[in-house]
């Protein structure tokens, strides 16, 4: 029997399947090879043609320059200034703050707060290269905006997105992608995204069990579910630091187990980047591997509602 059948097959909402990813444990372990398959289907017909394939199979991203137009993304920047200045939200636990500048750091739910970024996670140009890759229907796992203010945006810690969704959420194999839409130009300056490529293929246990209602502060700063210094050390020097930069409009793709990191924008120039997870149908979530409880819905969904169009 593959891996994927004895896996997926006996997921289900209330119970745990087979943990091949274990992490927060009490001492350091080895980083351990991917189980899953990096592109899911075994009919590579679709928008992607065998260059991209390959490319996301090696890296384990795709970086499309110029995707959406600079004026069709224009008016989603504005919707985020109007989103943070909204005094409905200013207590709302969907926006996250800076905990140095006070800033918003991010927007959570963005496709439950806004029929325009719903329906732009819904464009069949955007969906079929996820389907293609994840080999199937998909659901909206989060969707989110990272915001930067110029020189008061703070950086990510070096993570795995799978780490923390398998510890938490309770997500069980490595078929999620994250699409990543740049609202404002990604610059050298601005603190963009910085990938590992190659990282994909291991999967890096961390040290620390999970503190309850976690999510509370991890979201604003990120202490546990972050790999060790000597590991990423490795890591980094066998595989190199890429940070795709481009104008607002462009989209990067990558896979849920690419580790990734941001620094903090000391430049003037903003950067925000919205971001949609896409799990696949077959990748339900179950009870947290690393966790007591899931965290909140807007964090993670398991309702069939948010099934993508």
């Not at 372990?29 to 075994?42: E, K, L």
């Not at 990938?195 to 999970?210: A, K």
Request: proline share 8%; net charge negative; with cysteine.
């Amino acid at each position: 029997m593959t891996y994927e059948s004895a896996t997926f097959s006996t997921i289900s909402h209330n119970s745990h399947t087979t943990d091949f990813y274990p992490t927060r444990l009490d001492r350091p372990a080895a980083p351990i090879p991917r189980r899953c398959p990096i592109i899911h289907t075994d009919r590579p017909a679709g928008p992607l043609d065998q260059g991209h394939l390959e490319r996301f199979e090696r890296d384990g991203f795709l970086w499309f320059e110029g995707f959406f137009d600079t004026a069709e993304v224009a008016p989603f920047f504005d919707e985020l200034a109007a989103l943070e200045d909204d005094p409905a939200l200013h207590d709302d636990e969907r926006l996250i703050r800076d905990p140095r500048s006070g800033a918003v750091r991010s927007v959570f739910a963005m496709h439950e707060l806004s029929q325009r970024f719903a329906r732009l996670f819904g464009q069949p140009r955007l969906l079929d290269m996820i389907r293609q890759l994840l080999g199937g229907d998909v659901y909206i796992h989060q969707s989110r905006i990272n915001d930067k203010a110029g020189f008061q945006g703070s950086g990510f810690e070096w993570h795995s997105d799978f780490e923390t969704w398998h510890a938490e959420d309770g997500m069980p194999g490595m078929r999620a992608i994250s699409a990543s839409l740049m609202l404002t130009d990604n610059l050298e300056f601005n603190g963009p995204l910085m990938l590992v490529p190659g990282s994909h293929r291991q999967f890096i246990p961390t040290v620390g069990r999970t503190p309850p209602n976690h999510w509370q502060e991890s979201l604003k700063a990120q202490a546990f579910g972050v790999p060790d210094y000597q590991t990423l050390d490795g890591v980094i020097k066998q595989h190199g630091i890429q940070a795709p930069k481009g104008p607002a409009g462009s989209l990067l793709l990558f896979d849920c187990n690419t580790l990734h990191a941001s620094n903090a924008n000391l430049s003037p120039w903003p950067r925000a980047n919205l971001f949609c997870v896409y799990n696949s149908v077959d990748n339900a979530l179950v009870a947290p591997f690393a966790a007591d409880q899931p965290r909140p819905e807007y964090l993670a969904s398991r309702r069939p509602s948010t099934t993508a169009a």
